[in-house]
């Protein structure tokens, strides 16, 4: 038994390196990041190109094949991700660890029903008659508040709104009951009101069923007020990790400035904070 | 004292001036029960928004709720089938001339689809000055990247060897270059990152105060709108459904309930229980 199934962490991630070949050169987008994970909601905020998906995509194994990803520990639930064959990695994705990305009108296939999408994910995990799988794909639909889950199932994904698109995403991720959900930006896509519809059906299932969440997003405060804690990556690297409630007391500078430089209702300050990058964050 | 949710407010005038200058219509623009139909749909249903000259004023609403076409039809990209635009009290026709552009520009969204791929900072920058046929190109093409805080050296470069931020601040110099008097901006900021954001912002707040422009801004930030704009209204199918003060907005004194909802929902996920 090795060291990750010894901590009883969901996910241990040890200097997890994502690394592209280009013309001029490697490019290293994800550099040594280390965090662990229980059964908790973690959220990991940065700017674009801060690797904060190229992490989430290293996890589920995602990255693209001319990358290479390199770690000290990769482990879910004490499986080393990286020395397992293809062929049970391809078994875990989907049944233990499944992915929510941001925009259903790309990530949906589009000739597809949204009920056939759905019943393809748990046929190929679990073994269901065509009826069963049906069933459960209804119930799926009942769960994340679809209101007429037989006339939605029978939907394409063009002929439903992005809030809805997005509930259909959620519940064929949920439908082989993972243990690890990975979200990567999940709502940015979606307008105001219906983003809140949507965290709050995800934060519910999540506690209703015990999984451990990754949050990706750029967006600090709303990762701040959905997760238990939070993973600050900054060019590649983690600048800092801290608990949800404690964001107001952050040290890091780039933590700060970012949560600084937000207009804010009802605070009148002209010019805004800008932030000032220094190039030690980096390093 | 309650503020009153106008820019006279300030200066002393009574309510009876400011509608007597209504009558004289010296609004830098006004739209009037404006309707705008793509094939058979209603995208505006008699929208009317007034801004005085140096206002700076905020549409905001979801998705679909109009306030992108509503800019558009001002700049003369939209079906318009029934209401008036006028500027400087004057009423706009179906065709937009070269005075109009000249005085109106407008920026969008999305900084990586609005600049041509395969020219240079200074054709772009070009391009409005060859259209108007503006001779001191020079001066003024150096002059307006100076003000977008570029500086000379980014003036041979392509657009995808700039970021996002600075993409849009070309953007910005294009439209400042013919010295216009309204910045028509949609959603200038959403697609760039938190901090770049805040420059992009602050930038905005520093051409308007130096050449004292009129802005008609679209978000479907309320955070940014308020910090941005003194008034805003507030847009759902196609219908103004509220036109408040920021101050107020803040304040939380709002009568509508989609508004109310907006507003709540700008605060971020709160676990129900």
């Excluded at chain 1, 908790?40 to 998906?53: A, D, M, N, P, Y």
């Excluded at chain 1, 990975?182 to 506690?207: F, H, K, M, N, Y």
């Excluded at chain 2, 009558?23 to 008699?46: I, N, P």
Aim: glycine share 10%; charged share 25%.
């Amino acid at each position: 038994m090795n060291k990750a199934a010894m901590s009883g962490n969901l996910l241990d991630i040890e200097d997890l390196r994502v690394t592209f070949p280009t013309r001029t050169g490697r490019i290293e987008a994800v550099r040594g990041v280390s965090f662990a994970l229980g059964r908790e909601r973690l959220g990991i905020v940065g700017e674009s190109g801060s690797g904060k998906s190229q992490t989430g995509r290293a996890i589920m194994g995602l990255t693209p094949p001319q990358a290479e990803v390199l770690a000290k520990t990769l482990a879910f639930d004490g499986l080393d991700l990286l020395a397992l064959p293809p062929r049970e990695r391809r078994a875990l994705r989907g049944k233990r660890i499944a992915m929510i990305l941001q925009d259903p009108k790309y990530s949906l296939d589009p000739v597809m029903t949204i009920g056939r999408q759905i019943i393809e994910t748990l046929r190929t995990h679990e073994r269901v008659t065509k009826a069963e799988a049906r069933e459960r794909a209804l119930d799926m639909l009942a769960a994340v508040q679809i209101r007429d889950p037989k006339r939605v199932f029978d939907l394409h994904p063009h002929e439903v709104s992005g809030g809805m698109g997005q509930r259909a995403m959620i519940a064929m991720m949920l439908i082989a009951g993972p243990e690890l959900m990975i979200a990567d930006e999940p709502t940015s896509a979606l307008d105001v009101t219906v983003q809140l519809d949507v965290l709050a059906i995800l934060d519910r299932l999540v506690a209703e069923r015990g999984m451990g969440l990754i949050f990706i997003s750029h967006d600090l405060r709303l990762v701040s007020s959905f997760c238990d804690r939070v993973v600050v990556m900054y060019a590649g690297k983690v600048v800092e990790q801290l608990k949800a409630s404690e964001l107001s007391r952050a040290e890091h500078p780039y933590t700060r400035g970012l949560l600084d430089c937000m207009p804010k209702i009802g605070a009148d300050r002209h010019p805004l904070p800008v932030l000032q990058r220094q190039a030690e964050w980096a390093q | 004292m309650r503020q009153l949710p106008l820019p006279l407010a300030g200066r002393g005038q009574g309510w009876g001036y400011f509608h007597s200058r209504v009558g004289a219509m010296t609004h830098a623009l006004a739209v009037t029960d404006l309707e705008v139909v793509f094939d058979r749909f209603r995208a505006l249903k008699g929208v009317s928004i007034a801004v005085q000259p140096g206002e700076s004023f905020g549409l905001v609403g979801e998705s679909g709720s109009g306030k992108s076409t509503l800019l558009r039809a001002v700049a003369g990209l939209a079906p318009v089938t029934a209401g008036t635009i006028a500027l400087d009290g004057k009423q706009l026709g179906r065709r937009r001339d070269k005075a109009f552009y000249r005085q109106v520009q407008m920026v969008f969204q999305d900084p990586y689809g609005s600049l041509h791929p395969r020219q240079t900072v200074d054709r772009l920058l070009q391009e409005p000055l060859a259209i108007h046929g503006i001779g001191d190109g020079e001066q003024r093409i150096r002059r307006a990247l100076d003000e977008v805080g570029l500086g000379s050296g980014f003036r041979f470069r392509y657009s995808h060897q700039l970021s996002g931020g600075q993409r849009q601040r070309v953007a910005i110099a294009r439209a400042l270059i013919l010295e216009p008097s309204i910045l028509l901006l949609d959603e200038p900021t959403s697609a760039l990152d938190a901090s770049v954001q805040a420059e992009v912002l602050n930038l905005l707040e520093q051409v308007r105060r130096a050449r004292g422009l009129t802005f008609l801004m679209v978000s479907h930030d309320l955070a940014v709108v308020t910090h941005m704009c003194g008034r805003l209204a507030v847009m759902q199918n196609g219908e103004v459904v509220e036109t408040l003060a920021a101050p107020d907005l803040a304040a939380h004194r709002v009568e509508n309930d989609y508004t109310r909802r907006l507003l709540k929902a700008s605060e971020g996920f709160a676990r129900a229980g």
